[in-house]
């Protein structure tokens, strides 16, 4: 099994659509990975409320998956929520201190 980091760029790398190196969809495997990732990293709010970005992923996460889409279009997430899916799934964007 690949290590954690490695396999959050192999995911990415592997299954999300590309233009010209601009990111057109995400898939559902992608959120759901990205909440968890989130929940680890960040503990819940006070009620087991989730993490701010792992609740901005939650909406299109539960949409997708009533709608039984495997892939989220990436122009109809906001900047948050992109914001959110790159944070966890491309080591190097993470903001470190």
Do not use: F
Not at 50 to 59: G, M
Not at 60 to 66: F, T
């Amino acid at each position: 099994m690949l290590p954690r980091a490695s396999m959050r760029v192999w995911l990415h790398v592997a299954v999300t659509h590309r233009k010209g190196g601009i990111v057109d969809s995400y898939t559902v495997d992608q959120l759901e990975r990205a909440i968890n990732i989130w929940r680890a990293k960040q503990v819940s709010d006070k009620d087991a409320a989730l993490c701010r970005p792992a609740s901005l992923l939650a909406e299109p996460y539960a949409l997708a998956i009533i709608e039984r889409r495997s892939t989220v279009d990436a122009s109809t997430l906001s900047a948050d929520q992109v914001d959110a899916l790159k944070q966890a799934l491309e080591p190097d964007s993470i903001k470190r201190n």
